[in-house]
């Protein structure tokens, strides 16, 4: 070849060459930064931070969700995963290791079958009233058993029945999301999905639904506000007692 075509060839501008289908675009230092700082308030955060939160660290109109998922792409098949619970977000353990942490975990109170049963009653029908549970479970509940789940904080007193007596209606709170790793209460198991863990029995009465829980914490219109003052003690029902576990058939 001449020797001015070879200066020509060298002098000729070089277009880049496409990345192989197997190597993804880095991303821009500014997009970097900004996951580092999403990144950082949550391992910071002493409980899950919702994306208003986030949004106070950066310039009006910052896609905080589009960051999120990014983000949350980044640390998945990691030992730790960025999971949405309560509609927050937080740091987590990936589930198939949570084995490796048994050892180091505070084991927890165990719960009675009563309040089991009053847990998950409360969490599909709510609100509902102290009754509107014995009727279901078909045995008076302990008041004892409502105690101890309103001391696990996974539910709480909403207000009261307009109805005789004004008895205190019962819902779920933010913590019971929390910790059984729900996004919002519609992410409770259906009916395919109880009846395929052995929860329901196959053969169920005809037109038998399952109910649709709500967890709006805007009072119904059946429902009014707790007052200021102390509340009293709801009456216990026939063979109650203090205990949790105290329950007899009605």
Known sequence: MPEDETERERSRPRLPLPLPSNVIKLQSTDL???????????FAAAEPLDEQALARHFNEGEDVKALLEELQGLY????VN?????????FRTAEDLSFLLEKQTVEQRRLSRAALETLAIIAYHQPVTRAEIEE??????????IDVLLETDWI????????????VTYGTTEAFLSHFGFDSIQDLPGLNELKGAGLLDSNLPPGFSMPNPDDAPDLREDEEPLEDEPLEAEPLGEGD???EGGDEPR
Do not use: F, H, N, Q
Not at 83 to 90: F, I, P, Y
């Open 32 to 42: 970097r930064e900004k996951l580092r700082i999403v990144e950082a308030l949550l």
């Open 156 to 167: 709480k007193m909403r207000g009261r029945r307009r109805a005789p007596g004004r008895p």
């Open 241 to 243: 007692d203090e205990a």
């Open 82 to 90: 960025l999971v949405r619970v309560a509609g927050k977000w937080a």
């Open 136 to 145: 279901i479970r078909g045995v008076s509940t302990s008041k004892g058993t």
């Open 76 to 79: 998945a098949g990691r030992g």
